[in-house]
């Protein structure tokens, strides 16, 4: 049986980014550049206040106390009136260009003013204050490399170097498919032999987590036919997810359908606990993930397999759920068969991360990874992870 690293880079190799199309930075946010930026000027573009106070030139202030005329005031949005008097100072604001000639700024906080004249309480040094020009940004810089993620700060890195424009990968197109004769949809009637498919609106929810666009078909019945027609509807995705009928049943029929004519089954089975069953191929020539149908599987072979997947249609550079070590707060057992993927709940505790399992961890429960915020990692081989010990944990959420 193949590792969930081999699984991962035969579907990684199957996928390229989507073709980049150019968008305003203004709904660039959560998308991947497909461009490195350049910058095309200096950042701050003059020399400039870092505070509200007066231009001086040192020179004219070897002691405390000293009285200057205020020649003139710069207010920000203004520009000098003249070159530096010598001999006096400049009134002026945070932001504002330095008179040329004037060497500190002294805060207005170390002055007093009076009739057309300012005190100067301080005696500062060369470049006090002044920010000077080119010190955020050098014209010809490079300030973002393709494969970032446009974040706050990075959309307004390129407002401030005037990029209003910037090329991104297209959003893929990602279907979704729940299989199963014994689920139901929530507009549908919930008879005493059906379940609720939350895959449904897990898999919808995690695709447009990522910024794609989910394009949701319903659930197939677990015929051959039907599967086929909700596959044919899909024909335009660049991506299909089914959930279920991938496992040992007479009626696991993705698998069935995936080893069919024009279609073709890359691997089925993944050494993973849960989410062992998964198979990968191409319907119609789209890739296809046949993610498990137990809910926690469904979800734990998602963020394994088809988050990296995405997030490689869409350009991103980092395909990886970011990872921590955290002490667990109690003794872990695992079967060691197979690597194990726990849900838990990481939190600080003092100067260390602590890690402690979300609750009970069967494939069909969807509570715990409800109230977790990452994955422990138990290693292949290992039975017992003792309290106090260090685990390799992977990030779910953001923030906890
Ligand atoms: P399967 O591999 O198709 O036999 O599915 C395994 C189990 O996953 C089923 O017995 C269901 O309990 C569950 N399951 C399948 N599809 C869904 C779904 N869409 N939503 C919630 N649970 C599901
Ligand atoms: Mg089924």
């Given at each position: 049986?193949?590792?969930?690293?081999?699984?991962?880079?035969?579907?990684?190799?199957?996928?390229?980014?989507?073709?980049?199309?150019?968008?305003?930075?203004?709904?660039?946010?959560?998308?991947?550049?497909?461009?490195?930026?350049?910058?095309?000027?200096?950042?701050?573009?003059?020399?400039?206040?870092a505070m509200d106070g007066y231009a001086v030139h040192t020179e004219d202030l070897s002691a405390d106390g000293v009285r200057l005329r205020i020649a003139y005031a710069i207010p920000a949005g203004s520009l000098p009136q003249g070159p530096f008097p010598s001999g006096a100072a400049v009134k002026i604001m945070t932001g504002a260009p330095m008179p040329p000639g004037a060497d500190?700024?002294?805060?207005?906080?170390?002055?007093?003013?009076?009739?057309?004249?300012?005190?100067?309480?301080?005696?500062?040094?060369?470049?006090?204050?002044?920010?000077?020009?080119?010190?955020?940004?050098?014209?010809?810089?490079?300030?973002?490399?393709?494969?970032?993620?446009?974040?706050?700060?990075?959309?307004?890195?390129?407002?401030?170097?005037?990029?209003?424009?910037?090329?991104?990968?297209?959003?893929?197109?990602?279907?979704?498919?729940?299989?199963?004769?014994?689920?139901?949809?929530?507009?549908?009637?919930?008879?005493?032999?059906?379940?609720?498919?939350?895959?449904?609106?897990?898999?919808?929810?995690?695709?447009?987590?990522?910024?794609?666009?989910?394009?949701?078909?319903?659930?197939?019945?677990?015929?051959?036919?039907?599967?086929?027609g909700m596959f044919a509807k899909a024909a335009r995705a660049d991506l299909i997810l089914t959930s279920g009928g991938v496992s040992m049943g007479d009626y696991d029929i993705v698998r069935e359908v995936m080893t069919e004519g024009r279609n073709a089954m890359e691997f089925w089975k993944v050494n993973m606990k849960p989410g062992r069953p998964l198979a990968f191929g191409t319907?119609?020539?789209?890739?296809?993930?046949?993610?498990?149908?137990?809910?926690?599987?469904?979800?734990?072979?998602?963020?394994?397999?088809?988050?990296?997947?995405?997030?490689?249609?869409?350009?991103?550079?980092?395909?990886?759920?970011?990872?921590?070590?955290?002490?667990?707060?109690?003794?872990?057992?695992?079967?060691?068969?197979?690597?194990?993927?726990?849900?838990?709940?990481?939190?600080?505790?003092?100067?260390?991360?602590?890690?402690?399992?979300?609750?009970?961890?069967?494939?069909?429960?969807?509570?715990?990874?409800?109230?977790?915020?990452?994955?422990?990692?138990?290693?292949?081989?290992?039975?017992?992870?003792?309290?106090?010990?260090?685990?390799?944990?992977?990030?779910?959420?953001?923030?906890?």
């Amino acid at each position: 049986m193949i590792t969930i690293e081999q699984a991962r880079e035969k579907i990684l190799s199957r996928i390229s980014p989507l073709p980049s199309e150019k968008i305003s930075i203004s709904q660039a946010l959560g998308r991947y550049l497909a461009q490195d930026v350049y910058s095309g000027r200096d950042i701050p573009p003059w020399d400039n206040s870092a505070m509200d106070g007066y231009a001086v030139h040192t020179e004219d202030l070897s002691a405390d106390g000293v009285r200057l005329r205020i020649a003139y005031a710069i207010p920000a949005g203004s520009l000098p009136q003249g070159p530096f008097p010598s001999g006096a100072a400049v009134k002026i604001m945070t932001g504002a260009p330095m008179p040329p000639g004037a060497d500190a700024v002294v805060k207005r906080e170390d002055t007093g003013e009076l009739d057309g004249e300012v005190v100067i309480r301080t005696t500062p040094v060369k470049g006090e204050n002044i920010r000077s020009r080119g010190e955020d940004i050098r014209k010809g810089d490079l300030i973002l490399s393709a494969g970032s993620l446009l974040d706050p700060a990075r959309l307004g890195l390129l407002a401030s170097v005037r990029k209003s424009m910037v090329y991104c990968s297209q959003k893929p197109v990602v279907a979704i498919i729940a299989t199963g004769d014994e689920v139901a949809d929530l507009d549908e009637e919930l008879t005493e032999n059906k379940i609720s498919s939350s895959n449904s609106y897990t898999l919808k929810a995690l695709v447009e987590e990522l910024g794609a666009v989910p394009l949701y078909l319903g659930i197939a019945r677990d015929t051959r036919d039907d599967l086929a027609g909700m596959f044919a509807k899909a024909a335009r995705a660049d991506l299909i997810l089914t959930s279920g009928g991938v496992s040992m049943g007479d009626y696991d029929i993705v698998r069935e359908v995936m080893t069919e004519g024009r279609n073709a089954m890359e691997f089925w089975k993944v050494n993973m606990k849960p989410g062992r069953p998964l198979a990968f191929g191409t319907i119609g020539g789209i890739p296809t993930i046949g993610l498990p149908g137990n809910p926690l599987s469904t979800m734990t072979s998602f963020y394994q397999f088809a988050r990296p997947a995405i997030l490689k249609f869409m350009g991103a550079s980092n395909l990886l759920l970011p990872r921590l070590r955290a002490k667990v707060s109690c003794a872990l057992r695992a079967s060691g068969d197979r690597p194990q993927y726990m849900s838990g709940i990481l939190e600080r505790a003092g100067d260390d991360l602590v890690v402690t399992p979300a609750g009970p961890q069967g494939s069909g429960i969807l509570s715990s990874l409800a109230r977790s915020n990452c994955y422990m990692i138990i290693p292949e081989g290992v039975k017992v992870i003792e309290e106090g010990r260090w685990i390799e944990c992977e990030m779910i959420k953001p923030a906890w």
